[in-house]
């Protein structure tokens, strides 16, 4: 089992900066992946960027050139959110995948993950 517990989440102008945090605790050795992604109520849900083992970064076309995942140590995963729009207005997940996959973020869309957070709200106002 693994817990992924999200912070950083707030409410911000456009144009603007905010940088979320992921801890992930347990059995991380399983894992391939780790991401974020998004999803608005009633909307569908968004793999937005993701990071495997070696570090190699995947990104949504729509955070591109804006938003940049890293990863501290194994368990520690951010996400740089800059240049914020008011599109980005979204609950955010911290997700992990413990199987290997082509495109994560597909598969982050599709089911979100094997493992997710409790989520964190982000908020951009016009």
């Known amino acids: 089992q693994v817990q992924l517990v999200e912070s950083g989440g707030g409410s911000v102008q456009a144009g603007g900066s905010l940088r979320l945090s992921c801890v992930a605790s347990?059995?991380?050795?399983?894992?391939?992946?780790m991401g974020w992604f998004r999803q608005v109520p009633g909307k569908e849900r968004e793999g937005v960027a993701a990071?495997?083992?070696?570090?190699?970064t995947s990104y949504a076309d729509s955070v591109k050139g804006r938003f940049t995942i890293s990863r501290e140590t194994m368990n520690t995963v951010y996400l740089q959110m800059n240049s914020l729009k008011p599109e980005d207005t979204a609950i955010y997940y911290c997700?992990?995948?413990?199987?290997?996959?082509?495109?994560?973020?597909?598969?982050?869309?599709?089911?979100?993950?094997?493992?997710w957070g409790q989520g964190t709200q982000v908020s951009v106002s016009s």
């Open positions: 990071i495997d083992r070696s570090g190699m």
């Open positions: 997700a992990a995948l413990s199987v290997p996959a082509i495109q994560p973020l597909g598969v982050m869309t599709a089911r979100g993950g094997d493992y």
């Open positions: 347990g059995y991380m050795y399983s894992l391939y992946f």
